[in-house]
């Protein structure tokens, strides 16, 4: 009985103790890898298979790396709108996915045909495999533990 | 978790790290690493005051390269442990330290002795294990000789 009488006015001191709350969650959240959807996944999975032999180049022989790249694109797809290349840093990531240089295939690679993320690999490069294409489920499998 | 870390300063840091290296799951899955993750507010003891030379590497969560040059990064940490410290750091959950060295791409590799930064010792992508050996055998060596 006491414990329902003093409940509301709990109820109102603990508010003051949920944004602190909220808020760091809310930092966990950001840190902690977000799952890109798998609709964004499967759309740069297919853009990087056909790009791949647009140009002539070739998947990591660890497609683990693949994998996790592409994972990366379509989570930038998703928060940003845009596959910002996912091995760099920005200061302003909605301004540089805006601007497109480093939105993939980046001016690098469709200049050069240099991708540092290693997505796109010429055939004479150290970690070069010899395949254009990877699944759904390999993405998956490699990325399982991350 | 073998504690073969042998430089005290990194030993004296917290076990449980706080929220925002929860990124840190997706690179410490070997057993045994020896690479250890450091947020910016342990940048100080652990790089700037280290009585040995540390060598940085800043990582992103979907960087495919960061990711294929992990196990190397873990040989050099096993390897080099009596002479060298090894520290991982995530990009995006340390703006500040990103700010003051002016990271752009990702993995990249800094070498820190005495509170500074190395001359010359930066270095940006990915790489075999032997040039990885190359570049720290040389590094060390201009140390030594300096």
């Not at chain 2, 840091?13 to 947020?39: A, G």
């Not at chain 2, 495919?64 to 080099?80: D, F, H, N, T």
């Amino acid at each position: 009985m006491t414990l329902q009488l003093q409940a509301p006015s709990l109820g109102a001191s603990i508010s003051s103790f949920v944004s602190p709350l909220r808020r760091s969650t809310h930092r966990f959240v950001i840190r902690a890898k977000a799952e890109p959807t798998d609709k964004s996944v499967e759309i740069m999975r297919k853009f990087s298979e056909q790009y791949a032999r647009k140009s002539g180049t070739y998947f990591c022989v660890d497609k683990g790396v693949t994998s996790v790249v592409i994972k990366g694109l379509a989570d930038h797809k998703d928060s940003l709108g845009a596959p910002l290349c996912p091995c760099r840093h920005y200061d302003d990531k909605p301004a540089e996915a805006g601007q497109g240089f480093w939105n993939c295939p980046c001016v690098p690679m469709r200049e050069r045909k240099e991708c540092h993320c290693m997505l796109f690999l010429t055939p004479e490069n150290d970690f070069a495999g010899k395949e254009q294409t990877i699944s759904l489920e390999e993405i998956k499998e490699s990325t399982a533990n991350m | 978790m073998d504690t073969v870390v042998s430089n005290s300063a990194l030993l004296s840091i917290p076990q449980l790290p706080p929220v925002r290296s929860v990124t840190s799951s997706s690179y410490s899955s070997t057993p045994f690493s020896q690479s250890l993750e450091i947020n910016e507010t342990q940048f100080r003891d652990s790089v700037l005051n280290s009585d040995r030379p540390v060598l940085v590497e800043f990582v992103a969560n979907w960087c495919g390269p960061c990711r294929l040059i992990s196990p190397a990064m873990e040989w050099v940490a096993q390897e080099y442990k009596d002479r060298l410290a090894v520290v991982k750091i995530d990009h995006d959950a340390n703006p500040r330290l990103i700010e003051e060295y002016k990271v752009y791409g990702l993995p990249a590799l800094i070498l820190f002795k005495n509170g500074q930064e190395v001359p010359e010792s930066r270095r940006e992508g990915a790489i075999t294990k032997a040039k990885l050996k190359e570049y720290v055998d040389a590094l060390l060596e201009s140390l030594s000789v300096a």
